[in-house]
């Protein structure tokens, strides 16, 4: 899978990306990250990307131009058009769900928006969804680029050690995940549950799904 990333600060992302499974999905080829500096196309040798809102207020915005210019160049003469993410604290709220239909597609483009955000015709123009990590507001769209990178490319065929190592964890079947435990047997007169010593692959599994119920009823009752 393919990862285009359009941001102003590519040693952020390259950084974050070259570590534990992504760094791993990277190196055997599963995952491709591409970094576009979107000041590359500045519209000045000043490398100016943002300007002042039309119509007052605080902060500058990202100009189309430059933008537009680093989504083309992704772009050369690709048949196809992947989707564009932007992303943003007005998107959908990113969940397991978003994560699977982004990892169905084998090449994605992320806008990482800053200061007060990007023109609005740049959205009209070219992006196709918006995506947001939470309901609050970040200095930038790098982290949450970060995060959706991580979460999507766990679901990409070959990124995990094992084909289904994703599948029992929390929200991919709607619940939380049951507890884990490993050596030693016992830790400050704590015992890892006897169930899961008992060798009993169908009464493990049974006590993990009552596990992760109670969890789900506990902490998230939402998701019920």
Same mark, same amino acid.
């Given at each position: 899978?393919i ?9 952020m992302?390259?950084q974050a990306?070259?570590h534990?499974?992504?760094?791993r999905?990277?190196?055997s080829g599963?995952i491709?990250?591409n ?7 500045a519209v000045n040798?000043h490398?100016q990307?943002d300007?002042?809102?039309?119509? &007052?207020?605080?902060g500058?915005?990202?100009?189309a ?8 160049s992704v772009? &050369?003469n ?5 989707p ?6 007005q998107? %959908?709220v ?5 994560c ?11 806008l990482c928006?800053?200061y007060? &955000? ?5 959205i009209? =123009?070219i992006v ?5 990590i939470?309901d ?11 995060v ?17 190592s994703?599948?029992d964890?929390?929200f991919s079947? &709607?619940?939380?995940e ?7 047997p016992?830790f %400050?007169g704590?015992?890892?549950?006897e169930?899961?010593?008992?060798g009993?692959h169908?009464q493990?599994?049974?006590w %993990?799904r =009552?596990?992760?119920?109670d %969890?789900t009823?506990?902490?998230?009752p939402?998701?019920?």
């Amino acid at each position: 899978m393919i990862f285009n990333v359009l941001t102003l600060f590519p040693e952020m992302i390259n950084q974050a990306v070259s570590h534990s499974i992504l760094g791993r999905g990277i190196r055997s080829g599963h995952i491709t990250v591409n970094c576009v500096n979107i000041r590359d196309f500045a519209v000045n040798k000043h490398g100016q990307v943002d300007d002042a809102p039309y119509g &007052g207020g605080a902060g500058m915005v990202m100009m189309a131009s430059p933008v537009f210019d680093a989504y083309v160049s992704v772009m &050369g003469n690709k048949e196809t058009k992947p989707p564009v993410i932007y992303l943003s604290p007005q998107g %959908r709220v990113l969940t397991q769900k978003i994560c699977e239909e982004i990892a169905a597609q084998p090449e994605v483009i992320l806008l990482c928006g800053h200061y007060e &955000g990007v023109d609005e015709r740049i959205i009209e =123009e070219i992006v196709t969804d918006e995506i947001s990590i939470g309901d609050y507001v970040l200095t930038g769209g790098e982290p949450a680029a970060i995060v959706l990178m991580d979460a999507v490319s766990r679901l990409v065929p070959g990124v995990l050690g094992k084909a289904d190592s994703h599948q029992d964890e929390s929200f991919s079947d &709607g619940l939380l995940e049951y507890p884990h435990y490993t050596r030693p047997p016992e830790f %400050r007169g704590r015992k890892v549950p006897e169930v899961l010593l008992s060798g009993h692959h169908g009464q493990i599994d049974a006590w %993990r799904r =009552e596990q992760a119920l109670d %969890r789900t009823k506990a902490k998230r009752p939402d998701l019920l």
